[in-house]
């Protein structure tokens, strides 16, 4: 009884608050609709994984993704074309890496006063909505699961020396690594969390040697994809380089994903005012000084691969779903800091002046999140009225017609997604679907052109030669 008893204390609990709170700051997005890359894994979902070489190996615009494969498969044949439930698991999938995050920042600062606060500035966070609010953007939030998982298990194989522990460490690592090229920085955290928190003496020595399993699966995988799968990136326009000039984008982004705001000046004062904070603790609390270390070195290694991914321009801010792993570095470290400042503070106006600060930062947090959700919201509108205004596709009449789409449409720059969606909803075959930049004379029957009305939102028939029949 007293074992149910913990677990449902130490377990359920917190895991149910954190999902709990994950919906509350999210649940406007179930009115939400697909759009852009959806269609795609959808479609591969449906038509493309046949075999477990495909689940493997089948590659996302030059990415592999093994275990998204996998997530789209079962999601696909368990809600089909039905976004509410999709939205649904990613809020889930949110709440459980809040957990996951409570689980690190009590197990590191020993505090879990700091692991709730971790957590619940990880579930508010404004700066990495899009991974929650972007079906497509799970891949983000199963990487930082498998992460989060490798991280603290870890910890506990640091804690108690269980091989089997250590089997599971690794197991989260390599699902880290098929889920995303850039989980690649996970055995670099690892290491850090090693050489700061491992306790016994003479590690050098002997021990390190439990990192080798680590590094080798790393390693193995870097050489399967840019040996074996030729994957470089380069055929897509995409590839890692590294630039000094990224360090800009580094300062700017790290304080954007801390603070949530996006003015560059305010970001600047927030930014190194938190930075001579922290230097001042790590000065003045030696028993802190490694748990600091490791939150802001988790922060620096996380942005590294996204800072150097050139996707052909440069912006201050990155995609808010690359911020989702970086988040968990970031609130840590300010939980970290709120709960010193608060302990610290002698007069009760001092600690009431820190709550509220805090209280008002996490609002601002949750509100821009509902207030940029409109935005995804008009973007699936934009995906109904254009999936609805097709769907006389679905009639017998235009079976085996050749569809064309003149000029150019919502996710024009796009394409791929409206092929996919024709294949995936109305059976259009690939070879009988085209683009063409204006209205041309048609000398064939069995065709049917549509074109985008931006006044109404939706496609109108410019040629039907069903009519003249």
């Known amino acids: 009884m007293r ?42 979902a449906d038509h493309s994984l046949y075999n477990w070489y495909d689940f493997v190996f089948l590659r996302f615009a030059g990415f592999l993704r093994t275990t998204v494969n996998f997530y789209f498969y079962i999601t696909y044949h368990l809600f089909g074309s039905h976004p509410v439930y999709y939205y649904l698991v990613n809020i889930l999938l949110h709440g459980v890496n809040g957990y996951l995050v409570y689980l ?67 197991s989260a690592l390599i699902a880290a690594l098929l889920t995303k090229e850039s989980s690649s920085i996970l055995v670099i955290i690892l290491s850090l969390e090693f050489l700061l928190f491992y306790k016994y003496k003479n590690w050098y020595k002997k021990d390190a040697t ?79 000084r490694r748990i600091l270390l490791f939150f802001g070195g988790w922060i620096l290694i996380a942005s590294l691969p996204p800072i150097f991914f050139n996707m052909g321009s440069y912006h201050f801010f990155l995609a808010s779903r690359y911020n989702y ?37 996490l609002f601002f947090n949750a509100h821009k999140i509902r207030e940029d959700n409109r935005g995804y919201y008009k973007l699936g509108q934009v995906s109904r009225n254009l999936y609805y205004s097709l769907s006389i596709l679905n009639m017998a009449q235009y079976r085996g017609y050749n569809v064309f789409i003149v000029g150019d449409f919502p996710f024009g720059q796009n394409a791929p997604y409206i092929y996919d969606m024709l294949q995936l909803y109305f059976n259009v075959s690939y070879n009988k679907i085209h683009f063409i930049p204006k209205m041309i004379p048609f000398n064939t029957n069995k065709v049917i052109a549509f074109e985008w009305n931006f006044s109404k939102e939706k496609f109108i028939i410019k040629t039907d030669t069903a009519d003249s029949n």
Not at 22 to 42: A, E, M, R, T
């Open 210 to 288: 439990i990192l080798l399993p680590l590094w080798a699966a790393t390693i193995g995988y870097l050489v399967m994809q840019y040996l074996y799968l030729f994957n470089n990136l380069a055929v897509y326009g995409y590839e890692y380089k590294i630039k000094m000039s990224q360090l800009k984008i580094l300062f700017f982004n790290t304080g954007h994903a801390i603070f949530g705001f996006e003015n560059l000046s305010l970001i600047t004062i927030l930014f190194l005012a938190l930075f001579l904070v922290i230097t001042l603790i790590f000065l003045k609390n030696r028993e802190y």
């Open 3 to 44: 074992y149910y008893r913990v677990i449902i204390k130490k377990i359920i609990i917190p895991l149910l608050l954190s999902i709990f709170l994950s919906l509350v700051v999210f649940y406007p997005i179930f009115k939400n609709f697909f759009f852009s890359d959806d269609f795609s894994w959808l479609f591969r």
């Open 325 to 361: 792993l970086i988040s968990v570095g970031t609130s840590c470290l300010l939980a970290t800091v709120i709960y010193l400042l608060y302990q610290s503070s002698r007069h009760k106006s001092y600690k009431f002046f820190i709550f509220l600060m805090m209280a008002i930062l």
């Open 104 to 170: 690190l920042g009590k197990n590191i600062t020993k505090r879990w006063a700091i692991g709730w606060l971790a957590a619940i500035i990880f579930i508010c966070l404004y700066s990495h909505r899009e991974a929650v609010m972007w079906i497509s953007a799970a891949t983000s939030l199963i990487d930082t699961f498998f992460v989060l998982l490798a991280a603290n298990l870890f910890w506990y194989y640091l804690e108690n020396r269980n091989f089997f522990v250590y089997l599971a460490t690794l």
